[in-house]
């Protein structure tokens, strides 16, 4: 049977620009002072414009790459957490300007127009002179290896007591042997300790691979990856095992892709979900912005039936000053009712998000969540954790961060969500105050609060954490109180619990690094603590 579907997506952005105008000039450096397992601390002359959340950047084999998300900032130096999985050394310099910030640099000037930009991102500073052939650089490697031991206590049965062991590994091989062959690999070997018999016998079912593909590159715009790969331009896709091809053109980005979706279960190779399909991805610059569109279409199968036909787009840009906007949407092009196959064309999944910020003390976003649901294959969160974040992902979100003086912060959010399976909507609303480098104790204390209303839940969360840098001992120690009151409306039982939280990391013994988190709740009847605990070096 032969199917002619043909579509037509629009989506009019506003988008924001993550800096502010004077920094748009020239780029504001900074280097690295000392990094913990939990943080990355970056040195500046003074960080004026900024902002909690913003993102900084490394310049690699000529890129600016995004590296780093701030999390906390004083006048001289700010928290980082880590977004590439390399090694941060000592007196590295960090760009903070956002890749949107980035001009396609000539030697001589021109008039600002739309350039169309062929490779993927991230963005290459060049100059557009005369062709000449990339030499290959010299074999890259680095990586990451982490143990870590995750123990479950608590006052009322010991079986319910265990110990969970986790092993990580992240590893890269950038251009073997001066070719163009590139490897990676993320993978986890996780298991109970009681339960080791089975898992001896069985050693697939602890083990997930996220990542592990060879990746040839033709040309600076022409490349091979083989194996399992999680593509950027099709990230919603989800990881694929097989082939995917990629070519830029002087105008566009083509992407062929054949393979197979992991196992639902297990997320292990299963060939019998095979899938394939064909992106096109167009990156454009405007003067100092910028805005990347892709659009695919894809067939998956079950037991090699046709099992889904959709279309794929995603955009992002920050055409209009002090904005910014992200937005993606799937559209099935087939459906199966009653075993007869049927053409259709329907909105399956739709994400928009957009931030403002037309001064650097204030900002503004929104976003509307109409995803599928989350799959976790694993996760350290808590029934209290699950619950507000499964209330606060999907339907209609806004966010609102003041900062009136250079050390307070004070953020507000609403979200609201219908869905047809709900008896009523529903609303959650809260805010956090932050103060950062407090006098004295030169430490960063956070307010939260969250009210959540459903039809099936009704309840409050309130939580108080102060941060400290031990910087003569490269040291981090966080320590925090959290009490949550749910009531569940169609039944009688209420979660009212109280938790302590407390956390060192140190980066002292290098190159390993050594962190300790501790979490204990405590409700009516019923004591049960976390203890978490990990050892990890780069290389």
């Known amino acids: 049977m032969i199917y002619k579907q043909y579509i037509f997506i629009v989506i009019l ?26 943080f990355v601390y970056v040195n500046f002359q003074n960080t004026d414009g900024i902002n909690e959340g913003d993102t900084l950047f490394i310049k690699s084999k000529n890129k600016i790459v ?116 590139s490897l990676s690999t993320y993978t986890i070997f996780s298991y109970r300790a009681d339960q080791w018999s089975s898992v001896s016998s069985n050693l697939g079912k602890a083990l997930k691979i996220y990542d592990l593909n060879l990746n040839y590159r033709f040309a600076e715009s022409t ?50 979900l095979f899938e394939y399909g064909v992106y096109l991805n167009r990156i454009d610059t405007i003067g100092t912005a910028f805005m990347e569109n892709t659009i695919s279409i894809f067939e998956q199968t079950n037991d090699f039936k046709t099992d889904r036909r959709f279309v794929y787009f995603q955009h992002t840009n920050n055409i ?60 350290f969160k808590s029934l209290s954790d699950s ?23 004070l953020g507000l959010q609403y979200g609201y ?42 309840g409050y969360v309130y939580s108080v954490n102060l941060y400290k840098s031990l910087m003569s001992i490269s040291s981090d120690f966080s320590i925090g109180f959290r009490k949550t009151d749910y009531t569940f409306v169609n039944s009688t039982y209420k979660l009212n619990e109280k938790a302590v939280l407390v956390d060192f990391s140190t980066s002292v013994l290098r190159p390993f690094s050594f962190s300790i988190s501790y979490e204990g709740v405590f409700e009516s009847t019923r004591t049960y603590g976390r203890i978490l605990i990990d050892l990890t070096t780069r290389f």
């Not at 952005?13 to 397992?37: A, C, M, P, R, T």
């Not at 095992?241 to 054949?258: I, R």
């Open 320 to 379: 209009l000053s002090h904005t910014y906007l992200f937005a993606s949407a799937e559209v099935d092009l087939y459906k199966r009712i009653n075993n007869i196959p049927e053409s259709d064309f329907s909105l399956t999944s739709l994400y928009v998000s957009g931030r403002y910020a037309p001064i650097r003390q204030l900002s503004f976003s929104l976003s509307y969540d109409e995803r599928k649901n989350v799959i976790y294959y694993e996760t």
């Open 13 to 38: 952005f506003s988008s924001v620009l993550h800096y502010s105008q004077s920094d748009i000039e020239g780029n504001k450096k900074g280097k690295v002072g000392y990094v913990s397992s939990q």
């Open 223 to 272: 490349q091979l990856w083989l194996g399992r790969y999680l593509n950027r331009k099709i990230s919603n896709i989800s990881v694929i095992d097989g082939l995917q091809f990629e070519n830029g053109f002087s105008f566009l980005t083509l992407g062929l892709v054949v393979g197979s979706r992991p196992d639902f279960t297990n997320f292990g190779l299963n060939t019998k």
């Open 66 to 181: 995004p590296a780093l998300i701030v999390r906390h900032l004083s006048t001289s130096s700010a928290a980082c957490e880590r977004m590439l999985d390399q090694n941060f050394k000592q007196d590295l310099v960090i760009y903070a300007k956002s890749i949107d910030q980035q001009i396609i640099t000539t030697q001589t000037e021109k008039p600002q127009i739309l350039i169309p930009v062929t490779n993927s991102q991230p963005i290459e500073e060049t100059k557009i002179t005369s062709v000449t052939k990339n030499k290959k650089s010299s074999t890259e490697i680095s990586g990451r290896y982490s143990i870590q031991s995750y123990t479950d206590l608590n006052n009322l049965d010991q079986a319910y007591e265990y110990q969970r062991w986790r092993h990580s590994l992240r590893f890269s091989a950038q251009n073997i042997g001066n070719s163009g062959l």
């Open 417 to 458: 969500r219908f869905k047809q399976s709900d008896a009523k909507p529903s609303d959650n609303y809260g805010g956090n105050l932050s103060f950062t480098m407090i006098p004295f104790i030169e430490a960063s204390t956070t307010f939260d609060f969250n009210r959540i209303q459903s039809s099936y839940v009704d």
């Open 387 to 409: 619950i507000l974040e499964n209330e606060m992902r999907k339907g209609l979100r806004a966010r609102a961060v003041v900062r009136p003086f250079n050390n307070v912060s």
